[in-house]
């Protein structure tokens, strides 16, 4: 399970969230058998949507993250629910690129520094919330900070990390989500920025056993920080073959059909969890019959 952190300052003015999100990603990795690369972009893209997921405090709500790029991972989907609990997948798995000019994993090489970042935020309403913005840096963090900025008007600062073994499992993965409140002081801000200029990495915070709730004391530092709550979040799917099931009738009669009659039976492999639903052509047919009565 993953850690998660909420803290704020004994002023109320600034909010620190932070995670060890190391299992995440280490799950998203056996998954989606990623490359390094795309290990360290989907990972930041998972702990980013945990991080965001957690402040909606309503499991029935969710939000998710796409990320289009015009790098050679292609889209990136991160989904989470209210409680911090994610989900995710990318188009191409594999994608083999040179280390960047810090000898670093080049994430934005893969996810590429044009495109899309949009958050789509379901909190039970008639309509979603729906906020797009530009690619900043293809970085993942950074362009989470700016979502904040433009979008939801929010002084953030985000920082996201994944570290990757040798044999490609994850070593750490982790991030924290710092926000300004409405009514924070200018001292604050200045406060916040020097405390955060003095942290080395996420990960080399988590590889030296630093905590989630550590990282939420040294983000707050001086700033009398109370921890409000310590959650476990875990990469958990909400696929059933229900859902499947109503995937499969919406897809229409004349597709159902011609399935139906071409194939003993069909596969349907979930995108974020792999998990495989069989369909015999007799399951198909009573679709069949419920999509009719659909009309
Ligand atoms: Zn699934």
Same mark, same amino acid.
């Given at each position: 399970?993953?850690?998660?952190?909420?803290?704020?300052?004994?002023?109320?003015?600034?909010?620190?969230?932070? $995670?060890?999100?190391?299992?995440?990603?280490?799950?998203?990795?056996?998954?989606? =058998?990623? #490359?390094? @690369?795309?290990?360290?972009? !989907?990972?930041?893209? &998972?702990?980013?949507?945990?991080?965001?997921?957690?402040? &909606? =405090?309503?499991?029935?709500?969710?939000?998710?993250?796409?990320?289009?790029?015009?790098?050679?991972?292609? !889209?990136?989907?991160?989904?989470?629910?209210?409680?911090?609990?994610?989900?995710?997948?990318?188009?191409?798995? *594999?994608?083999?690129?040179? %280390?960047?000019?810090?000898?670093? !994993?080049?994430?934005?090489?893969?996810?590429?520094?044009?495109?899309?970042?949009?958050?789509?935020?379901?909190?039970?309403?008639?309509?979603?919330?729906?906020? +797009?913005?530009?690619?900043? #840096?293809?970085?993942?963090?950074?362009?989470?900070?700016?979502?904040?900025?433009?979008?939801? +008007?929010?002084?953030?600062?985000?920082?996201?990390? *994944?570290?990757?073994?040798?044999?490609?499992?994850?070593?750490?993965?982790?991030?924290?989500?710092?926000?300004?409140?409405?009514?924070?002081?200018?001292?604050?801000?200045?406060?916040?920025? +020097?405390?955060?200029?003095?942290?080395?990495?996420? @990960? =080399?915070?988590? @590889?030296?056993?630093?905590?989630?709730?550590?990282?939420?004391? /040294?983000? &707050?530092?001086?700033?009398?920080? +109370?921890? %409000?709550?310590?959650?476990?979040?875990?990469?958990?799917?909400?696929?059933?073959?229900?859902?499947?099931?109503?995937?499969?009738? #919406?897809?229409?009669?004349?597709?159902?059909?011609?399935? /139906?009659?071409?194939?003993?039976?069909?596969?349907?492999?979930?995108?974020?969890?792999?998990?495989?639903?069989?369909?015999?052509?007799?399951?198909?047919? $009573?679709?069949?019959?419920?999509?009719?009565? =659909?009309?």
């Amino acid at each position: 399970m993953a850690t998660l952190v909420r803290s704020i300052s004994q002023n109320g003015g600034v909010i620190c969230t932070a $995670i060890d999100s190391t299992d995440i990603a280490a799950k998203a990795e056996q998954i989606h =058998k990623t #490359s390094a @690369t795309v290990t360290a972009a !989907l990972g930041r893209l &998972l702990t980013a949507a945990s991080l965001m997921g957690v402040m &909606l =405090k309503n499991e029935e709500h969710s939000i998710t993250l796409r990320l289009q790029g015009d790098g050679p991972a292609g !889209l990136l989907i991160a989904v989470t629910d209210g409680l911090g609990n994610v989900r995710g997948d990318v188009e191409n798995p *594999v994608v083999e690129i040179p %280390l960047n000019g810090l000898g670093k !994993l080049d994430v934005a090489g893969a996810v590429g520094r044009n495109g899309s970042l949009s958050v789509v935020k379901d909190l039970g309403l008639k309509d979603p919330y729906i906020g +797009q913005v530009p690619i900043v #840096s293809g970085e993942i963090a950074e362009d989470i900070t700016h979502y904040y900025a433009v979008s939801e +008007q929010t002084p953030t600062v985000c920082a996201l990390g *994944v570290l990757v073994n040798p044999d490609l499992t994850v070593k750490a993965a982790g991030g924290f989500l710092a926000q300004l409140l409405p009514g924070a002081a200018e001292e604050d801000i200045d406060r916040l920025e +020097q405390n955060i200029g003095k942290l080395s990495s996420v @990960t =080399k915070l988590l @590889t030296d056993g630093v905590s989630a709730e550590d990282i939420c004391r /040294m983000v &707050l530092e001086g700033f009398e920080p +109370q921890i %409000l709550e310590t959650v476990k979040t875990e990469y958990r799917c909400s696929c059933s073959r229900q859902r499947v099931e109503r995937a499969l009738i #919406s897809i229409g009669k004349e597709d159902l059909r011609q399935m /139906m009659e071409e194939e003993e039976s069909v596969e349907v492999n979930c995108h974020f969890c792999g998990k495989q639903y069989r369909f015999s052509r007799e399951d198909l047919r $009573i679709l069949l019959e419920k999509a009719e009565k =659909k009309g």
